[in-house]
Every structure is written in structure tokens, then in C-alpha cells.
């Protein structure tokens, strides 16, 4: 079955850019029918959409990051990527990435997560 | 942009009870309204799709209603593995925004 592996810099320094990629098995990310989107969530707080891509390339970000989002895909090699500029405390999170279902919007596979941790 | 008003924050409630929780959108947004379920530690899970389709593989004892501004989220009869926390999330016009979240817990 689909399987989604987030990978990246656990540790940033405010300022910098955060870089995330995630591996997608099992199926390709070119399959009719799916975006493919990133989801974070700070410590201890709720879910906060950061944005998606569609196969096509097309994509679209949350409006309050979305001067310092960057979402790519990579076909050759079956993944898709986030990178967030100029970072502080306030972007430290469990990073998720997800398939959307793009019937209904639905986010019906999900990565484990990954942590991120700005700070100097 | 919308906002999503989610209700109660937290809740406790006992093994069997039915349980419901309340999401309201600040504009209409037809049924574009998705349920999950988060276990601590745990990425979320879909169980309800389009306000009130049950995911694949889902107990039917979750249910979801609603349209237009105000959705709900039941369980019919509360179970202990049912302890998360529950998020709504809404689609309109390409972009996605989750509720706050509503903490279950075993009374």
C-alpha cells in the first residue's frame, strides 16, 4: 500500500531555510486524483495546513506562509519537497506530509511526521 | 479566508456514552468538510469524508452530518481506543483550513 517517509534537518537555525522532502512507495505521485500536501503542527497545538501540489505542478499555499513556502515535485524520483525561508522559534513543529484525495479533499495518507527544531 | 469554529475544546465523557462535537464555518462551504482522528505521538487519520462519508475501514459507529455552516461529528457509543483528539478540516475554493481541535477524554 501507499507509504509516505518524511526526511530532512531536524535542527535550523532562525533565518535559514527549512528543507523537508517526502518519499512516496508503493504508487506514484503521478497517479490521476491526488495532490500532495504538507501539514505541521507546534508543540503541544492543532494542525495547520502549509500547502499542496498537484501532479501537474500547479500549487497552492496557506495565504499567512505563503511569501516563505516553496512546494516541488521530483517524478524521477517519486517525491515531493517543502522548503520554508527565513525560519524562527515559531516554525518549530512535527512536520507531516500527506496525500490529498483531490474528489473530496481529504487527506487519507500520512506520513509519521518529522520534527523540526529552530533554534541556534 | 475561512474560519473554522470548532466545539467543545475538551471533553469527557464515559465508555458507551455518545459523543458529538461541533464544527461551524464562518462561511458556506457546501459539505467540503473532513473529520480525523489524532492518537497522541500519531499522524491523523481520515475517518469521515464530504461531511458524512465514512472513510474505508472506519467503525460505523463515527458518523458525520451537516452542511452549508454547521457540521457535527458523533460517536454513537464511546469506546476506549476512541481516546484522541478529534479535527475538523474544510476545502473551499483550493485551499484548506483545520479547526482547533477537540480533546476526548475518559470520564
Known amino acids: 500500500q501507499l507509504q509516505l517517509q518524511e526526511s530532512g534537518s531536524g535542527l535550523v537555525k532562525p533565518s535559514q531555510t527549512l528543507s523537508l522532502t517526502c518519499a512516496v512507495s508503493?504508487?506514484?505521485?503521478?497517479?490521476?486524483?491526488?495532490?500532495w500536501s504538507w501539514i505541521r503542527q507546534p508543540p503541544g497545538k492543532g494542525l495547520e495546513w502549509i500547502g499542496y501540489?498537484?501532479?501537474?505542478?500547479?500549487?497552492y499555499y496557506n495565504p499567512s506562509l505563503k511569501s516563505r513556502v516553496t512546494i516541488s515535485v521530483d517524478r524521477s524520483k517519486n517525491q515531493f519537497s517543502l522548503k520554508l525561508s527565513s525560519v524562527t522559534a515559531a516554525d518549530t513543529a512535527v512536520y507531516y506530509c500527506?496525500?490529498?484525495?483531490?474528489?473530496?479533499?481529504?487527506?487519507?495518507?500520512w506520513g509519521q511526521g518529522t520534527t523540526v527544531t529552530v533554534s541556534s | 479566508d475561512i474560519q473554522m469554529t470548532q466545539s467543545p475544546s475538551s471533553l469527557s465523557a464515559s465508555v458507551g456514552d455518545r459523543v458529538t462535537i461541533t464544527c461551524q464555518a464562518s462561511?458556506?462551504?457546501?459539505?467540503?468538510l473532513n473529520w480525523y482522528q489524532q492518537k497522541p505521538g500519531k499522524a491523523p487519520k481520515l475517518l469521515i469524508y464530504?461531511?458524512?462519508n465514512l472513510e474505508t475501514g472506519v467503525p460505523s459507529r463515527f458518523s458525520g452530518s451537516g452542511s452549508g455552516t454547521d457540521f457535527t461529528f458523533t460517536i454513537s457509543s464511546l469506546q476506549p481506543e476512541d481516546i484522541a483528539t478529534y479535527y475538523c478540516?474544510?476545502?473551499?475554493?483550493?485551499?484548506?483550513?483545520f479547526g482547533q481541535g477537540t480533546r476526548l477524554e475518559i470520564k
Open positions: 508503493g504508487g506514484s505521485i503521478s497517479s490521476g486524483g491526488y495532490s
Open positions: 462561511q458556506d462551504i457546501s459539505n467540503y
Open positions: 501540489i498537484y501532479h501537474s505542478g500547479s500549487t
Open positions: 464530504d461531511a458524512s
Open positions: 478540516q474544510q476545502y473551499d475554493n483550493l485551499l484548506i483550513t
Open positions: 500527506a496525500r490529498v484525495a483531490t474528489d473530496h479533499y481529504g487527506m487519507d495518507v
